[in-house]
């Protein structure tokens, strides 16, 4: 085992202010495919949150490194690297949060549903480690295709007898930021003051902002409207052909990772209103998963929020991802199902 211990906390002060808590109770985070383009900086800014004592970082390759790296940063957290898979109970053990971004990303000209065929394995595989080490952590699940891995990942913690929909989350929070950004961009307002709900799903038309409901209220046009919500769909292809064959987004996703890791720990440990997007199981359409805001608390998923009122397009939209949506979970059920 890598074992790396640190100082006790002196996070500058501007990382106290974001993430700010006051005598934390011990919380321990494990990030699988920590090496990666997403987990390392996904695993910097982890090691920067204040809520977390102990960060376990695992993955199959690359992991002696960028423990060391991390783990001389003094912050509060306790860093331990696990490079091997006989390593990966021990990585889990006591985790209150375990977050997934280990996996294949797109290139240029593919879907996120091309990276099934290996993905969907990794994430089988991982979820069942969960299932015997930590059934009681809170899953974060960044591995595309987002739409089936969540289902792989409930259907393997039925078949363990561990399944609990609270504790449970695909991380839709890029989409968010994303809207938020454009959003702001457009509507010329402060992004810091930006809110704008994300439903649906992760990929492509299954990505629904809802701009109606978006806040500071701005008078967009519908052409205004439409171009924000087709840019949000696509942000992800934007930043896959931006970088031409090396990979998809990972530091904006290791931000809105941390984000959405953040509020599951501020949730954990009892603050009010915590209330992010993410895609969950959910009765507020007829499909079984679907992404909307969601409370969080002490349990993970307190509540599901509903849609609130959606424009005629925004009413379409919804209409419109359900059977791409459907057919991706349940592409994701029938693999662990007949596996
Ligand atoms: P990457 O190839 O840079 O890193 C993936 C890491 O996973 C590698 O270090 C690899 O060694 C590791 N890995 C592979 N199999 C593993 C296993 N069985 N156990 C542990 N680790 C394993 O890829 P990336 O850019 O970090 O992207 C990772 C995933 O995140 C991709 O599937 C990508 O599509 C997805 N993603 C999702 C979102 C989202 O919004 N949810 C955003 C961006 C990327
Ligand atoms: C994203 O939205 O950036 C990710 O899902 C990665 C991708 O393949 O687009």
Partial sequence: LLRRSNAASTSPCFLRRAFSSEAAPERK??????????????????????????LALYDIAGTPGVAADVSHINTRSEVKGYAAEEQLGEALEGSDVVIIPAGVPRKPGMTRDDLFKINAGIVKSLCEAIAKYCPNALVNMISNPVNSTVPIAAEVFKSKGVYDERKLFGVTTLDVVRAKTFYAGKAKVNVADVNVPVIGGHAGITILPLFSQATPKANLSDEDIKALTKRTQDGGTEVVEAKAGKGSATLSMAYAGAVFADACLKGLNGAPDVVECSFVQSTVTELPF????????????????????????????????????????????AFVRSS
């Fill in 29 to 54: 985070v494990a990030i699988l495919g920590a090496a990666g383009g997403i987990g390392q900086p996904l695993s910097l800014l982890m090691k920067l949150n204040p809520l977390v004592s102990r």
């Fill in 290 to 333: 679907f992404a909307s805001k969601v409370r969080l608390g002490k349990n993970g998923l307190e509540e599901v929020l509903g849609l609130g009122s959606l424009s005629d397009n925004e009413k379409q939209g919804l209409e419109a991802l359900k059977p791409e949506l459907k057919s991706s979970i349940e592409k994701g059920v």
